[in-house]
């Protein structure tokens, strides 16, 4: 990562405003776990995804698991934030992280950081079956290219083995993180702070690619404090998906593990110096967005789309450094907020009708059908009047613009990707556009679910 990008504070914020929670005798932990896979797994072999993507064959940067434990004497709640796509596994996770330190399931928001560069990215829970392979020769299993391959019973066994490997380190290091900030409790303060970021753009509905176009840049940090002064940990809040890598070779025909732009940016933050702070950083309402730069440009005119190879690393460096500045420049302007907070915890979960579209690649035929429901998991942690929304989804920025302005709390901010994620959620206006339809949740039900369940939480007094 390029030091110039670390240690510059350009000032990249437009415009800011810093409120203080009101006040109790909180106190704070945090802690971060590292959980990149070790030197031995690679290449990890992804036999099932059938050449979907390359194989990984090492790692460029670390992946943690991050956690922060509040307490106010009467209520512990927790946040856990860690560096996979989506959270594997989801009901055994959240309950063996919620175990581990003694909190009910519903005072704990785990979520993903959504980077794409990680293997549990193709783990599925339930895999449906595969399809048989294709006439032509396929690619081979971990290869770039080609279609997804039946697996024989010996490849069947190496990948189950993988996955059982891969999910039970991700999984440990998790716990142990918020086992570890739990351990370091100690008074604290809180305060909240509202700015802006630029490394997003639309990707999907109106206006997408457009630089310019509609795109929500907001960044929220939610710091705190210690007795003595120094930083214990930074909630932070931007939409933007971890997909600079996304599918992209870097090194001996393979891909890389990387925490992305997310992850890039909090350890940026992390090592700068004199820091003492564990960075959680969000991936917010990221489910129309996307980076402002990819390793997979998309077609201009003649020009078609082609990655960038090891390229995509300068990218990176830039878009995680000018996302770190920007933090670093809320963060040193923020004062130590109050320390005597109430918390509260809630959760609830909403259903919403869902379709199967299956296209005839033959045809271009897309037939529609039922789905089951989708199970929405909404969960909200007050911090005074500070809340933290959770959404288990991608979700689509102009929902969560919409859910800040109908909060009752105007310091409302947003976690998307917990644990037992529906996947894409968009507001129905972009899911009637070209272009803009993302995920299986029909139009018409989840936009008002998801906001009035929320809303509906945050108004429960703590």
């Known amino acids: ?24 005798s909180l106190r704070a932990g945090a802690a971060k776990v590292e959980i990149t896979p070790p030197a031995g797994d690679f290449p990890f072999p992804l036999i099932y995804t059938g050449g979907m993507m390359p194989q990984y064959i090492g790692v460029h940067d670390p992946l943690y698991a991050r956690a922060l434990v509040l307490d106010d004497g009467a209520t512990q709640v927790a946040f856990v934030i860690v560096d996979v ?17 003694g909190i009910p399931e519903a005072n704990l928001i785990l979520a993903a950081s959504h980077t794409h560069s990680e293997p549990t990215m193709y783990y599925n829970e339930n895999p449906q079956p595969a399809p048989p392979p294709p006439p032509a020769p396929a690619a081979a299993p971990g290869g770039p290219g080609g279609s997804r391959v039946v697996l024989t019973p010996e490849q069947k066994a190496a990948q189950d083995a993988q996955w059982v490997k891969e999910l039970t380190r991700v999984i440990q290091g998790a716990t142990e993180a918020a086992r570890q900030a739990k351990a370091q409790l100690k008074p604290a303060t809180v305060a909240f702070a509202r700015s802006q970021a630029y490394v997003n753009s639309r990707a ?12 929500d840049k907001s960044l929220d940090v939610v710091r705190f404090v210690a007795a003595d002064g120094t930083a214990i940990a930074q909630l932070v809040d ?55 730069f990819r390793a997979t440009p998309p077609a201009v005119g003649k020009l078609p789309a082609a990655k960038v190879g090891a390229g995509a690393w300068d990218m990176l460096d830039v878009l995680g450094g000018t996302l770190a500045n920007s933090v670093l420049s809320v963060t040193e302007k923020m004062q130590p907020g109050a320390g005597s907070v109430k918390l509260s915890a809630a959760a609830k ?23 089951p429901p989708a199970q929405i998991p909404l969960s909200v942690i007050r911090i005074g009047d500070i809340a933290v929304a959770g959404v288990g989804a991608n979700l ?14 105007p310091q409302t901010t947003l976690v ?45 007094k703590p």
Do not use: W
């Open 238 to 292: 931007y939409g933007v998906p971890g997909i600079v890598l996304l599918h992209n070779v870097t090194r001996d025909n393979g891909a890389e593990v990387s925490g992305d732009i997310l992850g890039t940016a909090a350890q940026l933050i992390e090592r700068q110096p004199g820091n003492t702070a564990v960075t959680l950083f969000a991936s917010g309402a990221d489910g129309d967005q996307g980076p402002i």
């Open 85 to 101: 796509t989506e959270i594997p596994k989801a009901s055994e996770f959240r309950r063996t992280v919620a175990q581990a330190i």
């Open 1 to 24: 990562m390029k030091a110039r990008f670390a240690l510059s504070l350009a000032a990249l914020v437009l415009s800011s405003t810093f409120s203080i929670a009101q006040s109790g």
């Open 204 to 215: 999907k509905g109106p206006g997408a690619g457009d630089p310019a176009g509609p795109s």
């Open 396 to 409: 689509g920025s102009v929902i969560g613009q919409h859910l800040k302005a109908a909060s009752p709390l």
């Open 349 to 371: 979960t909403v259903s919403c009708p869902t379709e199967r579209r299956i296209t005839d690649r033959a045809t271009g035929t897309v037939t529609v059908s039922d789905g």
């Open 416 to 460: 998307t990707v917990l644990a037992g994620s529906a996947g894409y959620i968009l507001d129905d206006a972009t899911l009637a556009t070209p272009g803009g339809h993302m995920g299986n949740v029909k139009p018409g039900c989840a936009e008002n679910a998801v906001i009035q369940g929320l809303v509906e939480m945050i108004k429960a």
